[in-house]
């Protein structure tokens, strides 16, 4: 049975492996044998993955984020955390789409399953 997933990343992405292993995580649920619909989430502290001065090489992200748009799974930041933290939106790579506070609730809430990193 098709679920809908979301892999939330609520850490900071140096210094920790929750970014890279949440993401490998959600390549895996995408790709399953369910192939369940995942979003993942850059909230918290995570948001700062979510920028594209981010060196996803070095933090082992490419070919996490490679599979998971070759199954269409999507990446989001959370504007709301953004905010807080002083992000602009330009700052945010442009292969995740930035999604207001109540939309992200929404989709949390909407989710048949969470992941969080």
Do not use: C
Not at 30 to 44: K, N, P, Q, S, Y
Not at 56 to 81: F, K
Request: charged content about 30%.
């Amino acid at each position: 049975m098709k679920r809908d997933v979301v892999v939330m990343l609520t850490r900071a992405p140096y210094g920790r492996v929750h970014i890279p292993e949440g993401l490998r995580a959600a390549r895996g649920v995408a790709a399953g044998f369910e192939r369940h619909d995942v979003t993942v989430l850059f909230t918290e502290d995570g948001v700062y993955g979510a920028r594209a001065a981010v060196d996803r090489d070095a933090l082992n992200m490419s070919g996490h984020v490679a599979d998971l748009a070759e199954q269409d799974g999507q990446m989001v930041a959370d504007g709301a955390a953004m905010a807080e933290r002083g992000v602009d939106e330009s700052e945010i790579a442009d292969d995740v789409a930035v999604w207001s506070g109540d939309r992200v609730t929404a989709r949390i809430r909407e989710a048949d399953r969470t992941l969080d990193f």
